[in-house]
C-alpha cells in the first residue's frame, strides 16, 4: 500500500514541475507575423480601393439613370472590411475558449 501511495506521490511531484511550461515563439514566428502584417496591410488596401470602386460607380449609376446595384457592393464593402479587420479579435475569442 505505501508503494503505491510513494508512485501516486512521484507522479504528482513529476506533474506539478511540468505543469508550468515557460512559452517559447515557433520557428520561424518572425516571418509568420512580417506576413500577417502584408496581408493586412492588402485587406485594409483592398477594402478602400472597393469602397472607392463602389461609389464612382454609385456616381455613375446616378448621373446616367441606370439601375441601383452599387448601395449592395458599399455595404460589402463595408462589411468585409469589419470582419477583415476584426478578424484578430475573432480568433483571440475563439482561440481563448
Same mark, same amino acid.
Given at each position: 500500500?505505501?508503494?503505491?501511495?510513494?508512485? %501516486?506521490?512521484?507522479?504528482?511531484? %513529476?506533474?506539478? /514541475? %511540468?505543469?508550468?511550461? +515557460?512559452?517559447?515563439?515557433?520557428?520561424? @514566428?518572425?516571418?509568420?507575423? /512580417?506576413?500577417?502584417?502584408?496581408?493586412?496591410?492588402?485587406a485594409?488596401?483592398?477594402?478602400?480601393?472597393?469602397?472607392?470602386v463602389?461609389? @464612382?460607380?454609385?456616381?455613375?449609376?446616378?448621373? $446616367?439613370?441606370?439601375?441601383?446595384? $452599387?448601395?449592395?457592393?458599399?455595404?460589402?464593402?463595408?462589411?468585409?472590411?469589419?470582419?477583415?479587420?476584426?478578424?484578430?479579435?475573432?480568433?483571440? +475569442? %475563439?482561440? $481563448?475558449?
Amino acid at each position: 500500500m505505501s508503494s503505491i501511495a510513494a508512485s %501516486v506521490f512521484d507522479a504528482v511531484s %513529476v506533474y506539478a /514541475q %511540468v505543469s508550468d511550461p +515557460t512559452p517559447e515563439p515557433p520557428p520561424l @514566428a518572425d516571418k509568420i507575423d /512580417q506576413f500577417l502584417r502584408y496581408a493586412t496591410w492588402l485587406a485594409i488596401l483592398s477594402g478602400t480601393i472597393s469602397i472607392i470602386v463602389a461609389g @464612382a460607380k454609385f456616381a455613375w449609376e446616378k448621373w $446616367s439613370g441606370g439601375g441601383m446595384e $452599387s448601395p449592395k457592393m458599399v455595404a460589402g464593402a463595408m462589411i468585409g472590411g469589419v470582419v477583415a479587420t476584426s478578424a484578430g479579435t475573432i480568433m483571440n +475569442t %475563439v482561440l $481563448s475558449i
